[in-house]
């Protein structure tokens, strides 16, 4: 497995042929989350093997956007399949990164450590500093792709997306969790909702 070529690889396709109305879901997504995966991975430890196949889903989890917008990790599931062998993939890796992939889905539903790992980075920004500079981004790409229409709309989205979201790797329900709750609660009060 060469992780720098496919990062390199994966780079330059995103560059070339993401739309341009993703303010969200660009190739700094997919940095950031590499980033926050790379955290993890000295934070916890991580093997080196396990280490690269979080690595590579975390580069290649939101390349679907690229053909479709809603239900994306399929995509990107479908594409990894087709490139990744040629990188020097097993079958047996294939099926850890499809399920990393697939882990992201809304609602997360991850099933061991290294999904956890991904679910956490892919959302990391929620429990930070960054949490409205971020949701500007997401905001304009909702606006964009018509799955809102206005202010309002998206903070009743961003309340019930908070409310029903859960980290999952001990360092994100202790660092994470009690930010996104206090961004939580301003929504709520900016709109007047009760507990």
């Known amino acids: 497995m060469n992780i720098s070529k496919l990062k390199n690889y994966l780079t330059a396709k995103l560059k070339s042929e993401l739309p341009k109305n993703l303010s969200y879901h660009g190739l700094h997504h997919t940095m950031e989350v590499l980033d926050v995966c790379n955290q993890y991975i000295k934070r916890l430890n991580i093997n080196a093997q396990d280490a690269y196949l979080l690595r590579t889903a975390a580069l290649i989890h939101d390349i679907g956007i690229m053909w479709t917008y809603n239900g994306h990790e399929e995509e990107s599931v479908r594409y990894s399949k087709e490139i990744l062998p040629s990188f020097g993939y097993s079958k047996s890796d294939l099926i850890k990164i499809e399920r990393m992939i697939l882990a992201t889905q809304i609602p997360q539903k991850p099933k061991n450590i290294l999904e956890k790992i991904i679910c956490d980075a892919d959302l990391d920004y929620l429990g930070t500093k960054n949490f409205y500079k971020t949701g500007e981004t997401l905001f304009k790409e909702f606006i964009a792709y018509k799955v809102i229409a206005n202010e309002k709309e998206w903070d009743a989205l961003q309340i019930r997306f908070l409310t029903n979201h859960h980290y999952h790797t ?12 206090a961004f939580l609660m301003e929504l709520k009060s900016k709109w007047n909702i009760a507990e």
């Open 170 to 181: 001990d360092f994100a329900i202790k660092n994470r969790e009690p930010k996104k709750q």
